[in-house]
C-alpha cells in the first residue's frame, strides 16, 4: 500500500501524500516537540515537514526508507526553527530562571535540563534510540554515520547524561 502511496505521490496527487503523510504525522511531531520543546512550534515544525517532502518526494530513494526521510526532514526543519529562535532572542533562556529548588521539580524538567547539555549529534542519537526505539543501525541510517560512528556517539552521550544527572543529584 505504501508503495502505491509513495508512487502517486511522486506523480503529484496530494491525496495520495496526505494519506502517506498521517501514516507517520505523530512520530513527527514527538520527535519535533521534544526538539523546540512547545506544542505551537513543534505543529510548525510538522506543517514545514509536510511541505518539504511534498516538494521533494521525487528525491526519495526507496519505500523502504519512507520514515527515516521524513525522520530526518524533521530533525532538519526542527534544527532550523531552532537557530532561527536564537536569532531572534538569544538571551530568552536567562530570563527564564525558575524559583523552584530541583527537589520539587517533576523528574522529566530534570532530565530536559541535563539533555541541553548533549551536542546536537548527541541529542539526535539519545532521542532516535531511546525515544523513537530505532536501533543503532538505523539510527545510523536516519543521521548519515557508520554504526561505529552513532554506537561511539550514543556511548559518550549516555556518560554525559550520567555524570550530569548524579551532579543534579549532589548539587
Not at 503529484?12 to 496526505?18: L, P, Q, S, V
Not at 526507496?62 to 530533525?75: C, F, G, N
Not at 538571551?91 to 525558575?98: K, V
Not at 523513537?132 to 554515520?145: E, P, R
Request: charged share 30%; hydrophobic share 40%; with cysteine.
Amino acid at each position: 500500500m505504501q508503495e502505491i502511496l509513495v508512487q502517486r505521490a511522486k506523480e503529484g496527487d496530494a491525496e495520495a501524500f496526505a494519506q502517506l503523510f498521517s501514516q507517520f504525522e505523530n512520530d513527527l511531531y514527538k520527535m519535533a516537540y521534544v526538539y523546540v520543546g512547545n506544542e505551537a512550534d513543534a505543529l510548525d515544525v510538522v506543517q514545514e515537514v509536510a511541505y518539504r517532502s511534498f516538494k521533494y518526494i521525487h528525491s526519495l530513494q526507496s519505500v523502504t526508507y519512507i520514515k527515516t526521510w521524513l525522520m530526518r526532514i524533521a530533525i532538519n526543519c526542527a534544527t532550523d526553527l531552532l537557530k532561527k529562535r536564537e536569532q531572534i532572542l538569544p538571551c530568552e533562556a536567562e530570563l527564564e530562571i525558575s524559583e523552584e529548588p530541583l527537589e520539587e521539580l517533576p523528574e522529566k524538567w530534570a532530565l530536559e535540563d541535563v539533555m541541553t547539555k548533549l551536542t546536537k549529534e548527541e541529542k539526535d542519537v539519545i532521542l532516535l534510540r531511546f525515544y523513537h526505539d530505532y536501533t543503532l543501525s538505523q539510527v545510523a541510517q536516519v543521521l548519515q554515520l557508520k554504526l561505529g560512528t552513532a554506537k561511539t556517539i550514543l556511548y559518550r552521550a549516555l556518560k554525559k547524561l550520567k555524570q550530569a544527572l548524579e551532579q543534579e543529584v549532589q548539587g
